[in-house]
T-cell receptor
Framework: GAVVSQHPSWVICKSGTSVKIECRSL??????MFWYRQFPKQSLMLMATSNEGSKATYEQGVEKDKFLINHASLTLSTLTVTSAHPEDSSFYIC??????????FGPGTRLTVT | SQKIEQNSEALNIQEGKTATLTCNYTNYSPAYLQWYRQDPGRGPVFLLL?????KEKRKERLKVTFDTTLKQSLFHITASQPADSATYLCALANFNKFYFGSGTKLNVKP
């Protein structure tokens, strides 16, 4: 149980284009979810917290107009990287939060912007 | 802002030995601390949680200690196995917000 999927698992896009990353919980539902970004050999950096039906709360330094979050339901959230640039290349990971003991992560999406 | 430090150098140990990983933090008073395992190209997997009022927590071959005075947590894997080789992350949390360390890579050699 507690399976989270992310799609795509990796994507290469050209600078200036937009990319949408989908995160689904397959066998459970949760109200709150998180989007993280991880650069090589660095920690997961929290980008935003999202509650279903509400606007996402972004961490300081994360541009909400660049990283659009749509939390469509208790099992689906999307992150759209708009007008991507090479510095946006990273590993994007979503997680669904149920309790302090239960935070389930997706397998991640590797984004490369050329 | 809060700072979470984990040894960036890989820890290499022999199979059967105990691996000890360290997580130090500053400028933060977490309500609880978690440890995760992350394999290359994958998302983290939750291992253990310890609350601020707990000194030690065990789960099978895993043991976590939490010293809020030293602002440090130690993560032990006893009788380590090659399958334990991975990167281990600590995460500090208050309410439902999590801040992660950069992780320590553990290599268990047969």
């Amino acid at each position: 149980g507690a399976v989270v999927s992310q799609h795509p698992s990796w994507v290469i896009c050209k600078s200036g284009t937009s990319v949408k990353i989908e995160c689904r919980s397959l066998d459970f539902q949760a109200t709150t979810m998180f989007w993280y970004r991880q650069f090589p050999k660095q920690s997961l950096m929290l980008m935003a917290t999202s509650n279903e039906g509400s606007k996402a709360t972004y961490e300081q330094g994360v541009e909400k107009d660049k990283f659009l979050i749509n939390h469509a339901s208790l099992t689906l959230s999307t992150l759209t990287v708009t007008s991507a640039h090479p510095e946006d290349s990273s590993f994007y990971i979503c997680s669904w939060y149920m309790t302090r003991d239960e935070q389930y992560f997706g397998p991640g999406t590797r984004l490369t912007v050329t | 802002s809060q700072k979470i430090e984990q040894n960036s150098e890989a820890l290499n140990i022999q199979e059967g030995k105990t691996a000890t990983l360290t997580c130090n933090y500053t400028n933060y008073s977490p309500a609880y601390l978690q440890w995760y395992r992350q394999d290359p190209g994958r998302g983290p997997v939750f291992l253990l949680l310890i609350r601020e009022n707990e000194k030690e927590k065990r789960k099978e071959r895993l043991k976590v200690t939490f010293d809020t005075t030293l602002k440090q947590s130690l993560f032990h894997i006893t009788a380590s196995q090659p399958a334990d080789s991975a990167t281990y992350l600590c995460a500090l949390a208050n309410f439902n917000k999590f801040y992660f360390g950069s992780g320590t890579k553990l290599n268990v050699k047969p």
